[in-house]
């Protein structure tokens, strides 16, 4: 293709567009349901992975010193499971400190805990996975370190149905984007497929004065680009902005809830929009002409 | 320049277009192709631009044998052979010289020689005038000048013209036949399929007549019927 046709082809293009302004109105509003759906599948769903996450870094397991535990042997212990790299936070609750904290859970009703020894309750490591998941490996290693079964409460049940609940989550929510997301390519490329249907005899003309494949498609599909990045553009904007008014509304009414900002994240998520709104104008173009070049 | 050997077609399975046809056009041969609707002409024109096959035979255009033309090379062989349709086939979207300029375009001409060429070409067939018109704001007559300048820009060695003056009142007709009987003149091929009498008559060129898609007389200087 030598540069001069370039021009030529932009200016078929441009003309194009704008001589069948309807048909071009209609498959860039299409392509910006297509992409917005897409969008917000996406920003739903790192919203919802990283609530999960979040909640999923709560579930910490508690490890009770058995009491033949000299206090060098619980200190060595207590360095020893700092290291472990499944862990990412370990709390130390001396027996002094359980017992606080046991009268401050108590406090309604101060006779219970009076006369109690200090030593009454075990000191225990309060620790924080970084994956749920390790939750097993990690008990397996502190019985090595001569914990017993019995020392060591595991949130397994919780643990367990919380990752179901997550995969269960991400799925449906993954499924139903994928539907969508399907539903509205079929529409996309059923309109561009009829605004080229609607041009046929051009083509036929085109291709009867000596122009070769490429030259007749050629600006159909730069006529496919431009719908295509118009309606990403529109539907990126609209996501990114729907993104930022929920995580500013989430801050003010659910101050509770992390919600993840993630920059970076709108970001790449823009970025996929804009190159999934171009590959559908391109391919749905590309492939619609096909079907009438054979003349 | 244009051989058809022993040509049959036979439109989907049963439907018989031509039949066992011979003709050989020399180099710049003015030859009327005439016949009823459905005699086989627009067969012929459609099988000279490789747009359909032969069912059996064989077809040479310019020096080259059409079945061993691959699919690829098909718009260049097309760029050689210069098309009227009775129907014009304008782009409606493109004004008078665009149309023109397209088929300069298509073939990677450079765009000072379009720019030189195109209004040449309009000022030939009579169309000065209306460079910037579309084909809707145009006559019949005119739209069909347009088409002309169109088939012959490039200045192909063979112009074929399917029923050109078809839809034309006869005195536009006689205007279109004396616009190609000029590019005859200079040195190219013109093969005209038509059922307008008068004008086979009057021109006295070569016919070639077809019934139920055979060929049934070929005369030169001859007239729309056998006799004289």
């Known amino acids: ?295 | 320049m244009i051989y058809f050997e022993n040509v049959t077609k036979v439109y989907g399975g049963d439907v018989v277009a031509l039949k066992d046809v011979n003709l050989g056009v020399e180099a710049g041969e003015f030859v009327f192709l005439v016949g009823a609707s459905g005699s086989g002409k627009s067969t012929m024109m459609r099988l000279i631009l490789k747009e359909i096959e032969p069912t059996r035979g064989a077809i040479s255009v310019d020096g080259a044998k059409l079945s061993a033309i691959p699919r690829r090379y098909v718009p260049k062989h097309r760029r050689n052979i210069g098309c009227v349709f009775q129907d014009f086939k304008l782009l409606p979207n493109k004004t008078a010289a665009e149309n023109v300029a397209y088929a300069m375009e298509v073939t990677g001409q450079r765009r000072r020689a379009i720019r030189t060429r195109v209004p040449q070409i309009l000022e030939l067939v009579g169309l000065g005038g209306k460079k910037g018109a579309y084909p809707g704001q145009l006559s019949g007559g005119e739209q069909q000048r347009v088409s002309i300048a169109r088939a012959f820009v490039s200045q192909p060695p063979i112009l074929i013209a399917d029923e050109p003056t078809g839809n034309l009142d006869p005195d536009t007709s006689v205007g279109i036949m004396q616009l190609l009987h000029r590019i005859n003149r200079i040195g190219t091929t013109v093969l005209v399929a038509t059922h307008d009498r008068e004008m086979v008559d009057v021109m006295r060129k070569r016919v070639v007549a077809l019934e139920e898609g055979q060929v049934v007389r070929d005369m030169a200087k001859g007239g729309y019927t056998s006799e004289v």
């Open chain 1, 1 to 295: 293709m030598r540069s001069s046709n370039l021009g030529f082809f932009l200016r078929e293009a441009l003309k194009n567009l704008r001589l069948n302004l309807l048909m071009s109105v209609t498959a860039a509003t299409t392509t910006v349901i297509c992409v917005l759906i897409l969008g917000l599948g996406l920003v739903t769903y790192s919203h919802v992975g990283a609530f999960l996450d979040s909640i999923g870094r709560d579930i910490s397991m508690t490890a009770y010193f058995p009491e033949d535990f000299s206090s060098e042997r619980v200190e060595e212990v207590r360095e020893n499971v700092e290291a472990y790299p499944e862990i990412s936070e370990v709390r130390y609750v001396s027996k002094e400190q359980a017992l606080e904290d046991f009268k401050e859970t108590l406090s309604e009703q101060p006779d219970i805990v009076e006369g109690l020894p200090g030593d009454v309750l075990p000191a225990s490591l309060e620790i924080t996975l970084n994956n749920p998941g390790d939750s097993g490996a990690v008990a397996q290693r502190l019985q090595d370190e001569g914990f017993g079964e019995d020392d060591l409460r595991r949130n397994e049940e919780l643990v367990e149905s919380f990752e179901t609940f997550a995969y269960w989550i991400m799925l449906i929510l993954g499924t139903v984007t994928a539907l969508f997301l399907l539903a509205s390519v079929l529409l996309v490329s059923n309109v561009i497929r009829l605004s080229i249907f609607a041009r046929r005899k051009e083509i036929e003309v085109m291709k009867l004065v000596g122009a070769s494949d490429g030259f007749v498609r050629t600006p159909f599909v730069l006529e496919g680009l431009v719908q295509g990045l118009a309606g990403a553009t529109l539907a990126a904007l609209l996501v990114a902005w729907a993104n930022s008014a929920f995580v500013d509304w989430a801050r003010e009414a659910l101050p509770l809830v992390p919600v993840a900002s993630g920059a970076g994240k709108i970001l790449l998520v823009v970025l996929i929009l804009l190159a999934t709104g171009i590959l559908i104008g391109v391919a749905g173009s590309y492939f619609s002409v096909r079907r009438f070049l054979k003349v």
